[in-house]
Nanobody, 126 residues
Framework: QVQLAESGGGSVQAGSSLRLSCAAS????????VGWFRQAPGKEREFVAS????????FYAETVQGRFVISRDDAKNTLYLQMNNLDPDDTAVYYC???????????????????WGHGTQVTVSS
């Protein structure tokens, strides 16, 4: 199993950038497909981005395509989410998540991830 801890959230103005980090402990991080999800107030958690083992394949929600960049540094056991041109609609708690090591594909399905961090708050004001 892998334990996940997000950081880097904060309160920013629209149009700003933030970089979220997700530090992973445990030996399975580099063998896991990982991703980011978010949950806005009063809404269900939704997919943001996913990245394959070794980082060769990335997959984004349409709402963040072109503005957010997911990446991973397996040497540091860390997942990143660079968020640019932030909009108030991006306000949410952001979670990183990992799929089981047997999973090979990136995925936007929440129920296909079995390890979750506790989340970090991102607030974007207009």
């Amino acid at each position: 199993q892998v334990q996940l801890a997000e950081s880097g959230g904060g309160s920013v103005q629209a149009g700003s950038s933030l970089r979220l980090s997700c530090a992973a402990s445990g030996h399975t991080f580099r063998n896991s497909v990982v991703g980011w999800f978010r949950q806005a107030p009063g809404k269900e958690r939704e997919f943001v981005a996913s990245i394959s083992k070794f980082g060769g394949i990335v997959f984004y929600a349409e709402t963040v395509q072109g503005r957010f960049v997911i990446s991973r540094d397996d040497a540091k056991n860390t997942l990143y989410l660079q968020m640019n041109n932030l909009d108030p609609d991006d306000t949410a708690v952001y979670y990183c998540a990992a799929r089981p090591v047997t999973a090979a594909q990136v995925s936007n399905r929440e129920n296909e991830y079995d390890q979750w961090g506790h989340g970090t708050q991102v607030t974007v004001s207009s």
